[in-house]
């Protein structure tokens, strides 16, 4: 994933760059970058690997080092940017947060047409941000070329431009799969994809930009180049799990989507006669808790915190390369609460489960701290496909997440005719896939929020919604 600020002011915008970037550090882990522009000394960048150190640790020198009344910023889990561009547009700076998965087409496809050259990164790949400038600069004018970029692509893009002069284009991805939200200040604009970093920082929200949309921002105010179209399907992950709480999009706030959520789950196991005998209900920490508020409200079951991870000196940028790396950093993060786990029937809600691949260490952890039973709720149904929009999971294809790799010890390729009804707990296969991955992970039981439970919780239109990597449907 990743993130993104920028502003165009009549004052120093230093400030308000690192501050605007720093928060958006939950969304990516391994690089960041901000460029600015000042009158007298022209576009200036800095990059910088994140993957063991905080954004402000590596930025705290751009105060003394840069200047400029405009700029923009990005945290990445990718490829460096912004990146400097000289072209027949002029020299600009650009970031995009998105997915390409026909970049090897398109590269191709410009190499034929143009016999440009690209700057490979490190085992020959091609910088995605790089490709964006290249189908940029194929047209005219820099909004022509946005356009275009966007219909060549598959995936997503949403990008934005800092010009020679100090004004920044802000594009919206077609489909409007991320938010790009505008605000105002004194004598100031933003743009932002975490609406609470716009006002925390003393910017009004005023405008969420529509699919595809695509306005110019100054210090003087901001222009529609491009009117929004009419078909959107915003992810629904943003609100069950990578949005951070205070923001909102569409007009939707994360933390009290994720309250309703859990309420929702709740009410159907009560429903349905299913509830366990429980002590606490807890959240998976930090994303799963508010899930579980809203459940322990709903149920009638006290909520509590048996375990607390450790991230004074373990924060989430430390994220060591190697899986074994990783198992080990998690295990040391979490520290229990005795008192609140022995002997305890415990309820762990959970904002989604993905690949597994901590899960059951976790799970084997409470159990060596006396819990009773440890039964596990996700806060979304079954992930079954792999995001080919966001890249918001690590996972390389669909059988690296857990549910598809159970179909397949289950059915083997039968399996993968019958997802639907794996999806749904009310099926015998659905209540199969469930019974295996409780058996695999060590849960007394385990259920997912329905997709009808999740869209009623985001409380926006079913078709607004992307909802890809739980039903496959684009």
């Known amino acids: 994933m990743g993130g993104f600020f920028g502003v165009a002011a009549r004052h120093d915008a230093l400030t308000d760059i690192f501050f605007g970037t720093d928060y958006h550090s939950h969304l990516g882990t391994a690089r960041a970058g901000v460029a600015v522009y000042d009158r007298e000394v022209g576009l200036q960048r800095e990059i910088h690997n994140i993957k063991n150190t905080p954004f402000r640790t590596k930025f705290e020198h751009v105060f003394d080092d840069m200047k400029g009344s405009s700029a923009i910023g990005c945290i990445s889990d990718g490829e460096p940017q912004p990146l400097l561009i000289r072209s027949h547009h002029g020299t600009y700076a650009i970031c995009n947060i998105g997915a390409i998965t026909n970049a090897d087409e398109l590269i191709e496809k410009y190499f034929k047409t143009s016999g440009g050259h690209f700057d490979a990164m490190t085992g020959g790949a091609v910088n995605p941000t790089e490709l964006i400038a290249a ?25 934005l431009i800092l010009r020679e002069g100090g004004s920044i284009i802000a594009a919206r991805d077609k489909f409007g799969r991320l938010p790009m939200i505008l605000g105002k200040g004194d004598d100031a604009y933003c743009v932002t994809f975490e609406s609470f970093a716009a006002e925390k920082l003393g910017y009004t929200v005023f405008k969420e930009l529509g699919p595809g949309e695509i306005v110019e921002i100054t210090h003087e105010g901001t222009r529609q180049l491009v009117a929004p179209g009419k078909e959107m399907r915003i992810c629904s992950f943003l609100w069950s799990y990578y949005g951070y709480s205070p923001s909102a999009y569409e007009g939707v706030n994360v933390e009290v989507m994720r309250y309703r959520n859990g309420a929702i789950m709740a009410q159907g196991e ?14 998976m920490p930090d994303s799963g808790t508010p899930h579980a508020i809203g459940y322990a409200g709903e149920s009638g079951i006290p909520f509590a915190r048996p375990f607390l991870k450790y991230t004074p000196t373990w924060s989430r940028s430390f994220t060591p ?5 990783r198992n080990r950093v998690a295990k040391m993060k979490q520290v229990p609460v005795k008192e609140l786990i022995d002997g305890k029937d415990l309820m762990f809600v959970d904002d989604s489960i993905v690949r597994g691949t901590q899960l059951k260490s976790t799970v084997d952890f409470l159990f060596n701290s006396g819990a009773k039973s440890v039964h596990m709720r996700s806060a979304c149904p079954p ?7 966001l890249n918001f999971t690590s996972a390389k294809n669909d059988m690296e997440l857990l549910a598809r790799r159970v179909i397949l010890e289950l059915e083997g390729e ?10 749904d707990g009310t099926t015998e296969r659905g209540r199969a896939l469930r019974r295996a991955i409780s058996e695999k992970m060590h849960f007394n039981s385990l259920e997912f929020q329905s997709l009808e ?22």
């Open 135 to 159: 189908l940029i600069d194929q047209k005219t004018d820099l909004v022509e070329g946005i356009q275009f970029a966007q219909s060549e692509i598959k995936g997503s893009i949403t990008v």
């Open 270 to 283: 009560k429903g349905a006669g299913d509830l366990p005998p429980l002590d606490f209900v807890a959240g």
């Open 321 to 325: 390369n190697k899986q074994v790396e």
């Open 383 to 389: 992930i079954m496909y792999r995001c080919k929009y």
């Open 414 to 423: 039968e399996g993968e005719k019958h997802i639907e009804e794996y999806s």
């Open 453 to 474: 439970g999740v869209i009623k919780a985001i409380g926006l239109e079913p078709c607004k919604l992307c909802t890809y990597c739980w039903n496959g449907k684009e």
